[in-house]
T-cell receptor, first 116, second 111 residues
Framework: NAGVTQTPKFQVLKTGQSMTLQCAQD?????MSWYRQDPGMGLRLIHY???????DQGEVPNGYNVSRSTTEDFPLRLLSAAPSQTSVYFC???????????????FGPGTRLTVL | EDQVTQSPEALRLQEGESSSLNCSYT??????LFWYRQDPGKGPEFLFT???AGEEKEKERLKATLTKKESFLHITAPKPEDSATYLC????????????FGSGTQLTVLP
């Protein structure tokens, strides 16, 4: 299993540009989430999904959109990038099924985004 | 407001010098407390989950403990390869699996 994969690893955008951060997992995990990590602030939840077709907002959702059309993929869209969105973005997933789930979340390697 | 506070922010140890990292939490209804390890340029790597006060878990030189207010990550006889940032996070009952993280402790183990 490749686990949780993210692309790209690095990205530089200009203010106002749009882009999509890709996240995929091959573990058949129903739960997927996006976090951003900023110096001195820890990781903060942006959006999460408990299964295909179901998404919800986390702590810092403004400026980001998500969708979940398949179990494997959970892309994060920046519609109009701002310098405040300069951060490292992590995708995570965890198992759920048959009326139960595990709490442990597995993280991808991250995407480092700079908005000029 | 739910809060997770880790201390110290940074810790430098000599190889073999045991110590503890602290994670204190103020939350309304703890479901689980998690410890992750993060190496530079990489994503967090899961270490432990603790669910109830008095629970302990061990993995190699690491031992995690939990009380009603805080968790400790004890590092026994650390080696340079234990150098990393250690993150503490909690989930709250009724909040799915949303992790609330502390800001981490950066551990450096000198040879």
């Amino acid at each position: 299993n490749a686990g949780v994969t993210q692309t790209p690893k690095f990205q530089v955008l200009k203010t106002g540009q749009s882009m999509t951060l890709q996240c995929a997992q091959d573990m058949n995990h129903e739960y997927m989430s996006w976090y951003r990590q900023d110096p001195g602030m820890g990781l903060r939840l942006i959006h999460y999904s408990v299964g295909a077709g179901i998404t919800d907002q986390g702590e810092v959702p403004n400026g980001y959109n998500v969708s979940r059309s398949t179990t494997e993929d959970f892309p994060l869209r920046l519609l109009s990038a701002a310098p405040s969105q300069t951060s490292v973005y992590f995708c995570a997933s965890s198992y759920s099924g048959r009326g139960t789930y595990t709490d442990e979340q597995f993280f991808g390697p991250g995407t480092r985004l700079t908005v000029l | 407001e739910d809060q997770v506070t880790q201390s110290p922010e940074a810790l430098r140890l000599q190889e073999g010098e045991s110590s503890s990292l602290n994670c204190s939490y103020t939350v309304s209804g703890l479901r689980g407390l998690f410890w992750y390890r993060q190496d530079p340029g990489k994503g967090p790597e899961f270490l432990f989950t603790l669910y109830s006060a008095g629970e302990e878990k061990e993995k190699e030189r690491l031992k995690a403990t939990l009380t009603k207010k805080e968790s400790f990550l004890h590092i026994t006889a650390p080696k340079p390869e234990d150098s990393a940032t250690y993150l503490c996070a909690v989930t709250i009952s009724g909040s799915a699996r949303q992790l609330t993280f502390g800001s981490g402790t950066q551990l450096t183990v000198l040879p």
